[in-house]
T-cell receptor, first 109, second 118 residues
Framework: EDKVVQSPLSLVVHEGDTVTLNCSYE??????LLWYKQEKKAPTFLFML????IEKKSGRLSSILDKKELSSILNITATQTGDSAIYLC?????????FGDGTTLTVKP | EAGVAQSPRYKIIEKRQSVAFWCNPI?????LYWYQQILGQGPKLLIQ????????DSQLPKDRFSAERLKGVDSTLKIQPAKLEDSAVYLC????????????????FGSGTRLTVV
């Protein structure tokens, strides 16, 4: 059965901290891994990763894929209260996407 | 570019009642998805359309859920009769048939419909 597992389930940090979120997967016919940020209802796209070892970066956020370990990490440096959200990992495979259950990040002032 | 439109935003119904959700995807997007997101979980694909044909409905509870996309544009998802465990946010997403230029396959979510079954 296709599976995407995220850890930790939740995380509470203070502004300025650096956090690392994890996503591991077991799927058939892997195509790509995507990270989304979900604040209210609609997930918004952050990154798509297809190649191992190539870091994608956007401001304070960065992500990298390790196909050997079947995993990815999402790093957020110098966290702000606006980073509080659920971070979802999704794996595209065999023409569909399977989502993990997300990591709920709370950033306290 | 207008986003994916969904309605209603919220719905509260009693168990065993019926409910329908509507989705209008981004213009020109051939593929449309309905996801169910239960509180504390990630979105789970219910059904995927390509134009007006069903690509994947393997996780759709067909005894009570139905969906259609008759003209290959907007879509409706219906639940009849609803159960308490159907309480969730129902997300619609759309993407172009093939777009290798964009970094996420043009996969865009609507704001969802929050359904509460009491």
């Amino acid at each position: 059965e296709d599976k995407v597992v995220q850890s930790p389930l939740s995380l509470v940090v203070h502004e300025g901290d650096t956090v690392t979120l994890n996503c591991s997967y077991e799927v058939t016919n892997f195509r790509s891994l995507l990270w989304y940020k979900q604040e209210k209802k609609a997930p918004t796209f952050l990154f798509m990763l297809t190649s191992s070892g190539i870091e994608k970066k956007s401001g304070r956020l960065s992500s990298i894929l390790d196909k050997k370990e079947l995993s990815s990490i999402l790093n957020i440096t110098a966290t702000q209260t606006g980073d509080s959200a659920i971070y979802l990992c999704a794996v595209r495979h065999a023409g569909k996407s399977t989502f993990g259950d997300g990591t709920t990040l709370t950033v306290k002032p | 570019e207008a986003g994916v439109a969904q309605s209603p935003r919220y719905k509260i119904i009693e168990k065993r009642q019926s409910v329908a959700f509507w989705c209008n995807p981004i213009s020109g997007h051939a593929t449309l998805y309905w996801y169910q997101q239960i509180l504390g979980q990630g979105p789970k694909l219910l059904i995927q359309f390509q134009n007006n044909g069903v690509v994947d409905d393997s996780q759709l509870p067909k005894d009570r859920f139905s969906a259609e996309r008759l003209k290959g544009v907007d879509s409706t998802l219906k639940i009849q009769p609803a159960k308490l465990e159907d309480s969730a946010v129902y997300l619609c997403a759309s993407s172009p048939l093939r777009d290798t230029r964009t970094t996420n396959y043009g996969y865009t979510f609507g704001s969802g419909t929050r359904l509460t079954v009491v």
